[in-house]
């Protein structure tokens, strides 16, 4: 089995800073891309940024140049690095990531269950 946690949301002050975790973890051979995707109430569930597994990125025009996604293969941990917070980032941010189980030849999409990011005053 293949399990994804996401952890270091909570309530921060607009123009404040938060830290995201994605941690994988179980029968994992590698890990491809990985994406954050981010859901505010009555709205669809949104990708925020995707990194791949030799490091490249990509962002959606509302984080660029505040938010940074990055990757320790060694810990199969994914991060997130939000700066310069707006209310408007006020949502549950979700972890998606393309594992290679052990023993497995194509990777398959695991969710975690999201952790509440809640910008405001």
């Known amino acids: 089995q293949v399990y994804v946690l996401e952890f270091g949301g909570g309530l921060v002050q607009p123009g404040g800073s938060l830290r995201l975790s994605c941690a994988a973890s179980?029968?994992?051979?590698?890990?491809?891309?990985v994406g954050w995707y981010r859901q505010a109430p009555g709205k669809q569930r949104d990708l925020v940024t995707r990194?791949?597994?030799?490091?490249?990125?990509s962002y959606a025009t509302s984080v660029k140049g505040r938010f940074t996604i990055s990757r320790d293969n060694a810990k199969n941990t994914v991060y997130l690095q939000m700066n310069s917070l707006k209310p408007e980032d006020t949502a549950v941010y979700y972890c998606?990531?393309?594992?290679?189980?052990?023993?497995?030849?194509?990777?398959?999409?695991?969710w975690g269950r999201g952790t509440q990011v809640t910008v405001s005053s």
């Open positions: 998606n990531a393309a594992v290679v189980r052990v023993g497995g030849s194509s990777p398959n999409d695991y």
């Open positions: 179980g029968m994992i051979s590698s890990i491809n891309d």
């Open positions: 990194i791949t597994s030799d490091g490249s990125t």
